[in-house]
């Protein structure tokens, strides 16, 4: 129950982010003259509407985004009336037109970061800054599990602890491949039973190598079977990087937490083309990357697992990820996105000065209907990307505890 809730209420929550990044547009451009025709939230068959002054206000068959239709948004506008024209946008000065495009993405940013600054003072924040290597918490002694899974009693130190490593050495390496966290080096270690391995760790600001040989002890594999695996003697340290802030404290902290995921953002985006494979991979039964990307379908499942375990500041946390993702992919310079459309307000303007510097007379508004092409393609693809991950996120989805 608690799960479908999770689910629902993360799918509200994407439905308020596009309501919100639609109204951005409304706004900005009413606060400069403009005509806003429609404001629906979803694409497809109406469900229902009403109008209030000149716009219809709507929702659509399918809630995976919106629209908000600004009269005369280009000069090829073939709906703009007689009446409209004194509101067309593109008659606008380029600035305000820019505004009213940046609009959606500014309520975006604003919004992740109001959501980010809640999270602060109520269960804190990650400190992007600490330091998350894997750390050994304790060293320890070495012992056969039971068929009950619990492990035998056992004393003195364990391979790592007589080669000597110590408490609080930051693990590097094992046999020279970089460990990242400390369940790879226990999954490495279990493959090796009786083998001698070479672990780096770190310790007061310098590296040490240690060799050491791996005792054979029995561990319970998926089956449930007793099998022979290997153990190195050692506990990770559990790191607290969460800090909760003060109301005033909380605002440097969460513009510093908003600059760490807005870049993390980026170099996510950047990675999506090389992430595609493996989202269709993934229909077909091999292993789902959960760093990979997710439709509003995964996304809400992922949201239900996070609230049916009550970790209501992951499920926030999420949805402000969500909002920055919403902003900058729209940055994109390619119709249709927003920056597409930045992009050709600012060509039009670069492209006016130069010819004024040479005494020409301004061309005016560009012809949108020489982009039409890339905007189909862009269109069409975004359309079938959608649909692939909607289908894995269906068939494989991304699960965060198993």
């Not at 007061?204 to 190195?232: C, H, P």
């Not at 493996?278 to 609230?307: C, K, Q, T, W, Y």
């Not at 005494?359 to 560009?366: D, I, T, V, Y």
Request: glycine share 10%.
């Amino acid at each position: 129950m608690a799960n479908l809730l999770g689910i629902v209420f993360f799918a509200l929550g994407i439905g308020l982010t596009v309501a919100l990044h639609e109204a951005g547009h409304m706004f900005t451009a009413r606060a400069f003259g403009m005509r806003v025709r429609r404001y629906f939230i979803g694409f497809g068959p109406r469900v229902f509407s009403f109008r209030k002054g000149h716009t219809e206000y709507g929702l659509a068959a399918f809630p995976v985004g919106g629209f908000c239709d600004i009269a005369g948004m280009t000069a090829q506008d073939e709906f703009l009336t007689e009446e409209e024209k004194p509101y067309a946008m593109y008659k606008k000065p380029w600035w305000q037109r820019i505004i009213v495009l940046a609009g959606g993405i500014g309520v975006n940013l604003i919004l992740g970061f109001v959501i980010l600054y809640f999270v602060a003072m109520t269960a804190g924040l990650p400190n992007p800054d600490a330091d998350v290597r894997p750390r050994v918490g304790e060293v320890t002694c070495t012992a056969d599990q039971k068929e009950n899974q619990e492990l035998e009693s056992c004393t003195g130190n364990g391979p790592a602890g007589k080669a000597g490593v110590q408490e609080g050495d930051i693990i590097l390496a094992l046999d020279g491949e970089h460990l990242d966290s400390f369940t790879q080096l226990r999954d490495e270690v279990m493959q090796r039973p009786g083998e001698t391995v070479t672990l780096t760790v770190e310790r007061d600001g310098e590296e040490k190598d240690f060799s050491i040989e791996l005792e054979t002890v029995k561990r319970l594999n998926q089956q449930g079977e007793l099998v022979d695996a290997g153990s190195i003697g050692l506990s990770n340290e559990v790191l607290d990087i969460v800090e909760k802030y003060s109301a005033t404290q909380a605002l440097p902290a969460t513009w510093h937490f908003t600059t760490y995921s807005l870049e993390a953002t980026v170099e996510g985006i950047k990675q999506f083309p090389a992430k595609v494979p493996g989202v269709v991979a993934s229909i077909f039964g091999h292993e789902r990357d959960v760093n990979g990307p997710m439709s509003v379908v995964g996304a809400s499942r992922v949201g239900g697992e996070l609230v049916e375990r009550s970790l209501w500041a992951s499920f926030f946390m999420m949805l402000a990820t969500l909002n920055f993702f919403l902003a900058l992919f729209n940055l994109i310079p390619l119709p249709p996105f927003d920056g597409g459309h930045i992009a050709v307000i600012l060509y039009e303007k670069i492209r006016d000065g130069i010819r004024k510097l040479m005494g020409k007379q301004p061309l005016g508004p560009a012809d949108y209907t020489r982009l039409m092409p890339i905007t189909y393609v862009m269109a069409a693809l975004l359309m079938g990307l959608g649909v692939v991950i909607i289908i894995a996120d269906v068939v494989n989805p991304i699960r965060l505890f198993g």
